[in-house]
């Protein structure tokens, strides 16, 4: 439908609450993607790092037991992949750091342990991350402790995937 407006040209109140409940589901879910990002960074972090955790934690193994429990598991990476470049190519603001080495390091490692992801990646999202990656050290924040770091994983990944 149409947006009503009174008098004074505004949106009406009706139309501004499911704007903002709008705004805010979506504030939400990316919350909720940022918190899932570090999740996964710190348990692959974890396995990876830590082999003595024995041969039934395999880093490949936790990657196939999470894509197999989750039927979602190709959206989670495509949002992972959009919300990187997102906050690659805006040159985030500092504060974002963390959440940008962590988004770099999961998805390098999922593509580098698991074919679903890299075949993903590379059929939907290639062109965007060749785009938006190219050049790495001019997009991240500079001066920051993570900034060589983040550079590498995006190197890395763009590696994985040529």
Do not use: W
């Not at 009503?4 to 979506?26: A, F, N, Y």
């Not at 879910?29 to 692959?44: A, G, H, N, Q, V």
């Not at 936790?62 to 906050?87: A, C, D, N, W």
């Amino acid at each position: 439908g149409m947006v009503s407006t009174q008098s004074t040209g505004s949106i009406s109140p009706t139309l501004s609450t499911h704007l903002t409940r709008d705004t805010e589901i979506e504030d939400l879910c990316t919350e909720l993607l940022d918190t899932t990002t570090k999740l996964f960074f710190e348990i692959l972090l974890a396995v990876s790092e830590h082999p003595t955790f024995g041969t039934e934690l395999s880093l490949s193994r936790v990657i196939t037991q999470l894509e197999s429990r989750f039927s979602s598991f190709s959206g989670v990476y495509s949002s992972m992949t959009e919300r990187g470049l997102f906050l690659i190519s805006r040159k985030s603001p500092p504060s974002t750091t963390f959440l940008l080495y962590c988004l770099f390091y999961v998805l390098e490692v999922l593509c580098r342990n698991s074919s679903r992801c890299r075949s993903l990646l590379t059929s939907s999202h290639l062109e965007d991350i060749r785009y938006y990656c190219s050049s790495p050290e001019m997009k991240v924040v500079r001066y920051t402790p993570l900034q060589t770091l983040i550079i590498e994983r995006v190197h890395r990944l763009l590696k994985l995937l040529a």
